[in-house]
């Protein structure tokens, strides 16, 4: 059964330090690995995409990595915004494609301080 | 594009009540999804359906959750009767071909059962 971890629960960071946020998963077999973030109340925005032939991806401040083989991926936040507070959360599509659902983690909450 | 659409935002209801959620999806998407959040957790699927044919309700509560997808576009989540354990928020996704490529998700509807 797949499961994912997400480390840690929590941080809290002043402005424009670099960061990560980690994931795990189980299961290597996967078909890709989606980074969301949700804010308080609203529903989960795609950040970035990785598919499972993939290593990285990047979009502005935002690189995203996978190692399948270890099963981790790392979001990498440059130089930290307020804006960026929200709860980031790493979501695997199981097996070979097809119909599988996304697996969530419980979520990374970041509080980024001026 | 629009985005998926959700309604309502909120809901409060008393315990043993019924509620209904309304989901309306991406225009040419095929895949639909309703999602459970419970506080301090990940999203987990409820209920995944491909044009109007349901393809994975493994999770779903069925006897008293109940969900349908007329004529392959919009969608509603029923819950009857409601528990104290059902307040979390319920977000709706869909995805173009639920095979390739992410998700785009609602605002979510936050219920919560007294």
């Known amino acids: 059964k797949q499961e994912v971890t997400q480390i840690p629960a929590a941080l809290s960071v002043p402005e424009g330090e670099n960061l990560v946020l980690n994931c795990s998963f189980t299961d290597s077999a996967i078909y890709n690995l989606q980074w969301f973030r949700q804010d308080p109340g609203k529903g989960l925005t795609s950040l970035l995409l990785?598919?499972?032939?993939?290593r990285e991806q990047t979009s502005g401040r935002l690189n995203a990595s996978l190692d399948k083989s270890s099963g981790r991926s790392t979001l990498y936040i440059a130089a930290s915004q307020p804006g960026d507070s929200a709860t980031y959360l790493c979501a695997v599509r199981p097996g070979s494609g097809g119909y599988n659902k996304l697996i969530f983690g419980a979520g990374t909450r970041l509080a980024v301080h001026p | 594009e629009a985005g998926v659409a959700q309604s309502p935002r909120y809901k409060i209801i008393e315990k043993r009540q019924s509620v209904a959620f309304w989901c309306n999806p991406i225009?040419?998407?095929?895949?639909l999804y309703w999602y459970q959040q419970i506080l301090g957790q990940g999203p987990k699927l409820l209920i995944q359906?491909?044009?109007?044919?349901?393809?994975?309700d493994s999770q779903l509560p069925k006897d008293r959750f109940s969900a349908e997808r007329l004529k392959g576009v919009d969608s509603t989540l029923k819950i009857q009767p409601a528990k104290l354990e059902d307040s979390a928020v319920y977000l709706c996704a869909s995805s173009l071909d639920g095979i390739t490529g992410g998700y785009t998700f609602g605002s979510g509807t936050r219920l919560t059962v007294v």
């Open positions: 359906f491909q044009n109007n044919g349901v393809v994975d």
């Open positions: 225009s040419g998407h095929a895949t």
């Open positions: 990785i598919q499972s032939s993939q």
